[in-house]
């Protein structure tokens, strides 16, 4: 399978802990998102990468959340000091790039995380 | 005001039937629109993209009113497996953040 990977699938913590997650995009696509979602809404956009740059960051990325592409390949994700309002779906996407702003995202599966 | 809003429903729509999903946008430098379909408990897929002239895939429409700032979708004989979330998404200004409604869910009953 060449689609979007995100690893783990499922993480539990408790209150305060960090936590990271990883996404795996299509190869050679050069753009990369981060979503999060939470139960009865649509995703909400996070950050995105262009390679390995971090060109966009929302206002919901508190200083409790990085994210980083150090070599334009995978990312990560970490939340530190985690708190039960994290609790959410993370979804990452990749598009290939060059196509301007209608080019399709393709979705991973997404890392769920419970935030005890 | 959201910046996109859908009827969240859920329609219940007997096999066979036509049913029409709506969505607004507030942002008029929306420059592209997106249907996405989501199953439960799983990541959101691409559905179609939504062009000014409007757009067909077999049994799905998809209408965009640049007027209106109004966006609709159309499925034609629904089937079983067209049960699932329905997400309204628009870009915004001239960049590559996706705006999405909350979705409407469809469940097709037979």
């Known amino acids: 399978d060449t689609g979007v990977s995100q690893d783990p699938r499922h993480k539990i913590t408790k209150r305060g802990q960090n936590v990271t997650f990883r996404c795996d995009p299509i190869?050679?696509?050069?753009?990369l998102y981060w979503y999060r979602q939470t139960l009865g809404q649509g995703p909400e956009f996070l950050t995105y990468f262009q390679n390995e740059a971090q060109l966009e960051k929302s206002r919901l990325l508190s200083d409790r959340f990085s994210a980083e592409r150090p070599k334009g390949s995978f990312s990560t994700l970490e939340i530190q000091r985690t708190e039960q309002g994290d609790s959410a779906m993370y979804l990452c996407?990749?598009?290939?790039?060059?196509?301007?702003?209608?080019?399709?995202?393709?979705f991973g599966p997404g890392t769920r995380l419970l935030v005890l | 005001r959201k910046e996109v809003e859908q009827d969240p429903g859920p329609f219940n729509v007997p096999e066979g039937a036509t049913v029409a999903f709506n969505c607004t946008y507030s942002?008029?430098?929306?420059?592209?629109f997106f249907w996405y379909r989501q199953d439960c408990r799983k990541e959101p897929k691409l559905l179609m993209s939504v062009y000014s002239s409007g757009n067909e895939d077999g049994r799905f429409t998809a209408q965009l009113n640049r007027a209106s700032q109004y966006i609709s979708l159309l499925i034609r004989d629904s089937k079983l497996s067209d049960s699932a979330t329905y997400l309204c998404?628009?870009?915004?200004?001239?960049?590559?953040?996706?705006?999405w409604g909350a979705g409407t869910k469809l469940i097709i009953k037979p």
């Open positions: 942002n008029s430098a929306s420059q592209s």
């Open positions: 996407a990749s598009s290939p790039g060059g196509g301007g702003l209608g080019e399709t995202q393709y």
């Open positions: 998404v628009v870009n915004r200004y001239s960049n590559y953040q996706l705006i």
């Open positions: 190869s050679e696509h050069n753009r």
